[in-house]
């Protein structure tokens, strides 16, 4: 597994719990978190989505993108989040 910084693992583990409830905001930071673990399959991300959450919630998804710049190549399954992103998968895009 990469190392993250405290930083970025306490963004990433923030979104990953945001992107697991029901709502406007969480269904923005899903589609994020997924088109990261696999845009084709799962849909692009727009970045204006970033003027559409909180500004905290902005902030963490820009250590997000660092974070993906800074371990080029690594999915967030590679980063110890497999289950989490599993789930987000299961909720937002299995659905009928």
Do not use: C
């Amino acid at each position: 597994m990469a190392e993250l910084t405290a930083d970025q693992k306490l963004a990433m583990e923030r979104l990953l719990k945001i992107a697991q409830r029901d709502t406007g905001q969480s269904k923005k930071v899903a589609d994020f978190l997924l088109a990261w673990h696999s845009a084709s399959e799962n849909g692009g991300w727009d970045p204006t989505d970033l003027w559409a959450v909180d500004r905290q919630i902005a902030a963490d998804m820009i250590t997000a993108i660092i974070t993906l710049w800074s371990h080029h190549g690594k999915y967030l399954n590679d980063l110890g989040y497999r289950e989490e992103i599993e789930a987000i998968w299961t909720a937002w895009r299995a659905k009928p």
